[in-house]
């Protein structure tokens, strides 16, 4: 199937490839397995690389008290939907040798990725590397990134891959250079020559807009591990600095990286642009895997304005029969469905549109405004999960006009992108990369009522497609300012379109599936990977 496409290795310590295969957190997860799949789809031949998290990522459901509380069961049927390759890789760990067994995995839409595991006997102690999707800090975080880099080259070897490009999706990967590097000097080339040469296979995708979200290690950590990989100290300095920046090695190893929207890529080049001997970055702004994310009856409905609005209504419907079945709450199709789902974390405000009890209580007393809301913290954040436990004490206050979904995962995030009439977006600008759930709900008629960040600076159009607030002011007196604006928007615009105009509102849902459907698809972030960064 080759033809003449260079053959890209995908480097990702997570993967969103189905609801049943849980070995993914979040966004960064679902990016790479609708990568996979949109790659397959339109023949482009990337091969995933990842690790086969048993116990995947946090369970996280609400105790009696309403607080977030993780739980971490062995997922048995990832390995039902694997293959065993019968190959074994070994890397080396604080010196000692940790075997890693390849599984395949092909079935979901044929997307094709191959997982280590170290899950086995002889392993030890470091049988449990593998274990749980970012359940380690410091040294089991640095065992997880030998694993994922320097044994996943050592796959691809093991595997007689054909590779031309080197994908480090963040920087997670990046020990993946140290392994490409000393095959060369192996072969007696010098260190600089090698790094130079490697360069030219390998291209870095940046995820972290803010500076303490970027992982780095003490080169110490790094040395006792075994990460440096026969290279000398000075030698990881020289990629890394000190402590080591897995963002700048992904940086300085590659000849081209990316941020995941226009404005990501701006505020990336300015957050790196001390660092020397740094790659370009430019900007390729994510997509959605269509087939996964835009409902079938959408798709067959997409000219028909009509027909959209009654297929939405039926989606609607089955958002709220779900929410019905998963948490009791009983919510009104016939009144307007705000949906919010994302990682439970500051910067994201979740509970922003609450700051006003005065204000936003009313209309949730009578039920015009309903929130169905969802998300993760991540297990350490204290402050994410008593931004959760606020959110479930209002929806104990309005039982039937704020839901909180537990454990937010891939069906979850099916059911609320389809059904809702509203997606709500409002981080602090410009914390937000891409953002990939408002343009799922966009494509099947949803509409957007967004802070102008991430992927939304390029796709809004105020009142034609959707709606932004607080006109991307990131200054003084932020918070307050956006929750004004929020305020005025909804109550003046959204409101009044919704229960009084319904031919705008279902000019506007066309318009959002229209402006959507094509520019914010999967084969377009694909096409442009390919053009712009895979091709010499
Ligand atoms: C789409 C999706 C995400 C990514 O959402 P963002 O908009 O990038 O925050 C995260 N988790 C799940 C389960 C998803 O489906």
């Not at 890693?100 to 079935?107: A, F, S």
């Not at 209504?313 to 079945?325: C, I």
Request: glycine share 8%; aromatic share 10%.
């Amino acid at each position: 199937m080759n033809n003449n496409k260079p053959h890209t290795a995908y480097f990702c310590m997570e993967y969103g490839l189905d609801e049943n295969m849980r070995i993914y957190a979040g966004g960064l997860g679902i990016l790479a397995g609708d990568i996979l799949k949109a790659a397959k789809e339109f023949s482009y031949p990337v091969t995933g690389i990842g690790l086969m998290w048993h116990k995947g990522y946090s369970k996280q459901v609400i105790n009696e008290d309403g607080r977030p509380e993780d739980h971490h069961p062995v997922n048995k049927e990832i390995y039902e939907h694997a293959k065993d390759t019968g190959e074994i890789v070994s890397v080396k760990i604080k010196n000692q040798d940790v075997k890693l067994k390849i599984w395949k995995l092909d079935k979901f839409n044929n997307a094709t990725l191959y997982l280590l595991d170290s899950n086995l006997p002889e392993n030890r102690k470091y049988q449990n590397i593998t274990d749980g999707l970012y359940d380690g800090f410091n040294e089991k975080r640095i065992s997880q990134e030998i694993v994922l880099g320097i044994g996943g080259v050592k796959a691809i070897r093991k595997l007689g891959l054909n590779i031309d490009i080197y994908h480090f999706n963040e920087g997670h990967a990046v020990l993946a250079g140290t392994e490409l590097i000393r095959e060369k000097m192996k072969n007696g080339m010098k260190f600089k020559e090698a790094w130079t040469e490697v360069k030219d296979n390998i291209v870095f995708t940046t995820h972290t807009p803010v500076k303490e979200g970027n992982e780095a290690h003490s080169l110490d950590s790094l040395k006792k591990m075994g990460a440096f990989n026969s290279l000398s100290r000075k030698q990881m300095k020289e990629l890394g600095d000190s402590p080591f920046s897995m963002t700048v090695a992904g940086l300085r190893l590659s000849r081209i990286s990316n941020g995941v929207a226009k404005l990501h890529g701006q505020t990336s080049r300015e957050m790196w642009k001390n660092v020397k001997g740094k790659s370009p970055i430019i900007s390729i702004t994510n997509g959605v895997h269509r087939k996964t994310w835009v409902d079938q009856r959408i798709i067959n409905n997409m000219d028909d304005q009509e027909k959209i609005y009654d297929v939405h209504k039926k989606m609607k419907q089955e958002l709220v029969d779900f929410v019905k079945k998963t948490n009791g709450a009983q919510l009104d199709p016939e009144k307007l469905i705000i949906g919010f789902a994302r990682r439970a974390t500051a910067y994201k405000r979740p509970n922003l549109i609450f700051k006003k009890s005065d204000v936003i209580d009313p209309y949730l007393e009578c039920g015009e405004i309903q929130l169905v809301f969802s998300g993760k913290a991540h297990p350490t954040d204290d402050n994410g999960k008593d931004i959760v436990a606020n959110i479930v004490k209002k929806a104990k206050q309005f039982p039937n006009s704020v839901v909180f979904l537990e454990d937010y995962n891939m069906e979850i995030a099916r059911y609320m992108t389809r059904g809702v009439d509203i997606w709500l977006n409002n981080p602090r600008k410009p914390l937000e990369a891409s953002g990939t759930s408002g343009m799922k709900a966009a494509m099947n008629g949803g509409l957007n009522l967004s802070i102008l960040d991430g992927w939304w600076v390029e796709g809004c159009e105020h009142g034609i497609n959707g709606w932004q607030f607080g006109d991307g002011y990131a200054g003084e007196g932020q918070d307050e300012s956006d929750l004004y604006a929020l305020y005025r928007v909804l109550f003046n615009e959204v409101i009044p379109t919704f229960y009084g105009n319904k031919d705008r509102w279902k000019d506007m849902m066309k318009e959002s599936i229209d402006t959507s459907y094509e520019r914010f698809s999967a084969k377009r972030m694909v096409e442009r990977y390919y053009d712009e960064m895979y091709n010499k």
